[in-house]
């Protein structure tokens, strides 16, 4: 069978890059020399140096191609929505509801929550987020695009609600050691006080037991037709967005809510095309909240993280002194036409003109010191007094971290909106 170039025959309205390669890794697959071969070794895909399809080979005389064509011609046809469901949960509690458009809503769970605790030591807080995404037939392609639109949800509410959110099954394929006591009692006023306001076991009595963190939605918070009901709630509130993002840090009686121009948000967000460069950065962000408890150095490298995958897309030029030549990536200190070494525009300056840009007049103090703070920890002379067994947070040096770490937080937060409003360049990587 004589082999061609297919990839014009796969460019179908309707069905994207994912899509294709989704379709293709449900037969058999191997790679050779970054070559993939599909469907029994009738299809070769070879991707470019961006991660895209460069090329799709194979014979028209194919079954394998034929059918492959076919199939994909058809889930093209599709497009039903179905609405996909994920437990998340954030630093406050959620007593009321948001949607936008019919894309995403959130609200809180019907089926009540055990906790063991009580105020603000029930952190973190559990609440239902629904999302609507174009299904399929095709149960790969089914599953591919109901993650891929929880990822996009995700991702972005992460960004938008004060102290983040986070899947609460993220961690459910590891096990724990749990110790259960058999009773237990209410804390008593002095405890409460000392905000030890969770409930203590009455004896040493307990019962270990090796489990799978998870949370199973009761079937009172799924409606399987559309979103959930919202009788009897109210919209949560929406905050100037000034005063939404000037905030530092959760307070005991806080509640989520949003800024006042959420929408605007989220319809730039889903209007981009092409995610892939913003949702990296917001991957940063995500793992900033979700390292928090493992490690605070590694979530505020995180942090700075989200910013770093932005600047590279930022035109900044330096003359390069052998030749004529401009050279145009920050981080990058060679000429890329005669390889000379270039003069330029350093990572933090970079960062510091970055960060001026997008989230306004910032002390260039303190934009340094998040910069060599971050470079510290990279090249392993620093980690943070937090993650000291000792730590107390009542020495200077500590303090003076853990208040990088908020504005930073902040700094990040502004800087990624702003990037994401105002960024209307092509951001393909």
Wanted: charged letters at 25%; hydrophobic letters at 35%.
């Amino acid at each position: 069978m004589k082999e061609t170039n297919l990839t014009s025959y796969f460019k179908i309205p309707g069905i994207s890059e994912s899509d294709i390669l989704t379709y293709f890794q449900q037969g058999d697959a191997h790679a050779e020399n970054g070559t993939y071969y599909f469907l029994a070794d009738q299809i070769k895909v070879e991707f470019n140096n961006k991660g895209h399809i460069k090329s799709i080979n194979g014979s028209l005389e194919s079954i394998f191609v034929e059918r492959a064509i076919n199939d994909l011609q058809e889930i093209a046809k599709e497009s039903e929505l179905e609405v996909g469901r994920v437990v998340v949960q954030g630093a406050s509690p959620l007593t009321g509801y948001y949607r936008f458009k019919d894309l995403i809503q959130i609200c809180p769970l019907k089926s009540p929550q055990k906790h063991i605790a009580s105020g603000r030591s029930k952190f973190p807080f559990p609440f239902l987020l629904e999302f609507k995404y174009r299904t399929s037939k095709n149960p790969g392609i089914r599953i591919h695009r109901m993650q891929h639109a929880k990822e996009n949800a995700i991702l972005i509410l992460n960004l938008l609600i004060y102290g983040g959110i986070s899947d609460v099954n993220i961690n459910s394929n590891n096990k724990l050691w749990v110790s259960v006591p058999t009773d237990w009692r209410d804390p008593n006023e002095e405890e409460i006080e000392m905000f030890c306001d969770y409930k203590h076991p009455t004896s040493m009595d307990c019962t270990n037991m090796y489990l799978n963190p998870s949370f199973r939605l009761d079937k009172s918070d799924i409606n399987y037709d559309n979103f959930a009901s919202l009788e009897g709630l109210n919209s949560i509130e929406l905050i100037d967005f000034k005063k939404y993002y000037q905030k530092l840090g959760v307070g005991i009686d806080d509640e989520i809510n949003l800024p006042s121009i959420v929408d605007i948000y989220l319809n730039k967000y889903f209007s981009i095309e092409d995610k892939t460069k913003i949702n990296r950065a917001l991957y940063w962000l995500l793992m900033h909240h979700e390292t928090w408890k493992l490690s605070k150095t590694i979530s505020f490298n995180c942090l700075i993280q989200s910013i770093e995958v932005l600047m590279e897309s930022q035109n900044n030029t330096a003359s390069c002194s052998e030749n004529d030549c401009v050279h145009t990536k920050i981080l990058n200190d060679i000429c890329d036409k005669c390889e000379a070494p270039i003069t330029g525009v350093g990572p933090t300056k970079a960062f510091r003109d970055f960060v001026e840009k997008y989230a306004g007049d910032i002390p260039k103090n303190i934009k340094n010191d998040l910069y060599g703070l971050r470079s510290s920890i990279a090249h392993g002379s620093l980690t943070l007094e937090m993650d000291s067994p000792g730590y107390g947070g009542f020495d200077a040096k500590s303090h003076n971290q853990q208040h990088l770490m908020d504005i930073g937080r902040k700094t990040v937060v502004v800087c990624l909106l702003n990037w994401m409003m105002n960024e209307n360049k092509d951001n393909n990587l």
